[in-house]
């Protein structure tokens, strides 16, 4: 997860329906964030992660993830993804929006994020009047 909640998040891990046993996932010195200890993944802890590990491995378990940032500056959202998994999380975006991220999960500013000096902040909401329902997956482009 992107290195731009460190220390400001709070970041956990639960199978679903198992709420009770969420763990917090922890940032490393690289900003990536790693859960350990995480209910039915303890023994694979231990593999050595070479490519038989990963060939051999049992059948994943559905976790939800959930991002909170506490200062309140990106959006909190949860998702859920079959773990383990290798590498860093690629994330997918809808319809190819944006074409393609780079390693990692996108974070959204929050509306109640203050702006630094000497930027600007635009806010719009999208509606699709003949539906009368926000506009999904709208794209605005302010030049």
């Given at each position: 997860?992107?290195?731009?909640?460190?220390?400001?998040?709070?970041?956990?891990?639960?199978?679903?329906?198992?709420?009770?046993?969420?763990?917090?996932?922890?940032?490393?010195?690289?900003?990536?964030?790693?859960?350990?200890?995480?209910?039915?993944?303890?023994?694979?802890?231990?593999?050595?992660?070479?490519?038989?590990?990963?060939?051999?491995?049992?059948?994943?378990?559905?976790?939800?993830?959930?991002?909170?940032d506490?200062?309140?500056?990106?959006?909190?959202?949860?998702?859920?993804?079959?773990?383990?998994?290798?590498?860093?999380?690629?994330?997918?975006?809808?319809?190819?929006?944006?074409?393609?991220?780079?390693?990692?999960?996108?974070?959204?500013?929050?509306?109640?994020?203050?702006?630094?000096?000497?930027?600007?902040?635009v806010?719009?909401?999208?509606?699709?009047?003949?539906?009368?329902?926000?506009?999904?997956?709208?794209?605005i482009?302010?030049?």
């Amino acid at each position: 997860m992107s290195g731009a909640l460190v220390g400001m998040a709070s970041t956990s891990a639960y199978i679903v329906g198992k709420i009770r046993e969420s763990v917090r996932a922890i940032a490393n010195r690289k900003g990536v964030y790693v859960l350990h200890h995480a209910p039915s993944l303890q023994r694979l802890e231990q593999g050595e992660g070479n490519r038989e590990f990963w060939d051999k491995l049992p059948p994943r378990k559905k976790f939800v993830i959930e991002v909170n940032d506490e200062r309140r500056r990106f959006q909190p959202f949860q998702f859920t993804e079959q773990l383990p998994i290798e590498g860093i999380y690629k994330w997918i975006g809808a319809a190819g929006s944006p074409p393609e991220y780079p390693a990692g999960i996108p974070l959204y500013s929050s509306p109640v994020r203050s702006v630094p000096s000497g930027m600007a902040v635009v806010r719009a909401d999208s509606w699709d009047a003949s539906q009368d329902s926000p506009a999904a997956w709208a794209v605005i482009e302010v030049l």
